[in-house]
């Protein structure tokens, strides 16, 4: 689409609808609907709406300003079953993103793994992790992010 983000993963909100609408009709109007109704609440706008960015999930390096946070004591990470072999051998990697992305309740993971065919769910020692020196954050829309899960803090829970 012709837009670059730049460091802390801004993009000029003019040029992405710009690039929009060269494949179909897009306004501002559109962009603070989905903004507004994106059930995840993926994206942000900055005070003057000017900019816009991805609260989390980039795959290219940026620094979305996230502050570390102390996670409640389990966290969950939904998949689908075709992933598992992978997981248990290597434990939880961000591949193509940054982080590794867990969610606060079962449910969520549980969503989250239909996406991917059938859903597995892990249960991660988040406060056991956090003991041994790992670092968390929490995005603004509620996921919390790190940057591996290795395989001794992880429990495949029956879905």
């Known amino acids: 689409m012709g837009i670059t983000l730049d460091e802390h993963g801004w993009a000029n909100v003019k040029d992405l609808i710009e690039g929009i609408k060269k494949t179909r009709p897009f306004d501002m109007d559109m962009l603070e609907e ?58 939880l990697l961000p591949k193509s993103r940054l982080y590794v992305h867990l969610s606060r309740e079962e449910e969520t993971a549980v969503n989250v793994g239909k996406r991917h065919g059938k859903p597995v769910v892990y249960k991660v020692d988040a406060r056991k992790m956090q003991e041994d020196g790992f670092e968390f954050f929490l995005s603004v829309n509620g996921v919390w992010l790190t940057k591996e899960v290795p395989v001794k803090y992880i429990f495949k829970l029956a879905v």
């Open 34 to 91: 989905i903004v507004r109704t994106d059930n995840k609440q993926r994206y942000l706008f900055n005070e003057d709406k000017t900019l816009i960015r991805a609260n989390q999930g980039h795959s290219i390096p940026v620094d979305v300003e996230l502050k570390k946070a102390v996670p409640p004591d389990i966290l969950y990470h939904g998949t689908g079953e075709k992933y598992v072999s992978s997981i248990d051998k290597e434990g």
